[in-house]
């Protein structure tokens, strides 16, 4: 696992509201990169060629008033336990997720000609799809669960939204195993920061 240049490529993982965002925005201030995937596959929605594609997969009825893609109703279409609602998602992955993937590969090319320093690869499920490969490192992010509960209702999650968001992943002590460094966010930002720094600079 390493990238043959001088930039250092971190895979960064962890359950929701543990704090990726936040380590990823520090790296990114120290000068590096960071290739956010959701943000990634969220933008490709506005894109008239993926939009076309959904148009003939799910009908007219996934568009807005204006023409855009109403991002409720393909989630009431895609997130059920039904097997119908499961053959939508597979069909939108189909069409998202190469197109993701394919920018992010070629975002982390131009990091490494660039010798940037860092590039943070926040990934959903980066060990599942095997972008652990494409990392010098992997950095796993882990709360208390108390700590985690209240932040997760700060958001508006009960425990049913996490499970199902989590059912087709590793067991989260299976992906800390795996993971290079556990990093355990049990104090302030600035502590999560300084622990950053120190392993950045060694």
């Known amino acids: 696992m390493t990238s043959g240049t001088n930039t250092r490529v971190i895979g ?3 359950p929701p509201c543990s704090g990726k965002s936040t380590v990823a925005e520090f790296v990114q201030s120290l000068g590096g990169v960071w290739l956010n995937a959701d943000k990634i596959a969220k933008e490709q929605l506005g894109n008239p060629d993926v ?3 959904l148009v003939e997969s799910f009908g007219n009825g996934i ?3 204006d023409g855009t893609l109403s ?3 393909i989630a009431d279409l895609v997130f059920g336990e039904d097997a119908a609602s499961q053959a939508r998602l597979k069909k939108l992955e189909s069409i998202i ?3 993701t993937r394919a920018i992010i590969r070629e975002a982390l090319c131009e990091a490494k000609d ?3 320093a860092y590039v943070i690869l926040d990934v959903p499920l ?4 095997g972008w652990q490969d494409e990392c010098d490192e992997v ?5 208390s669960p108390e700590r985690h509960e209240a932040l997760l209702a700060a958001r508006g999650w009960d425990a049913a939204e996490l499970q199902r968001r989590e059912k087709r992943q590793l067991s989260w002590q299976e992906k800390r195993r795996r993971s290079d460094w556990v990093i355990a966010n049990d104090g302030s930002v600035e502590d999560l920061q300084m622990k950053v720094r120190e392993r950045l600079n060694r």
């Open 12 to 14: 960064i993982i962890g």
């Open 51 to 53: 939009i076309g594609q």
């Open 63 to 65: 568009l807005a008033v």
């Open 71 to 73: 991002r409720e109703r």
């Open 97 to 99: 997720h190469p197109r």
């Open 114 to 116: 660039r010798d940037t």
């Open 126 to 129: 980066l060990l599942e799809s």
């Open 139 to 143: 950095w796993c992010l882990q709360v």
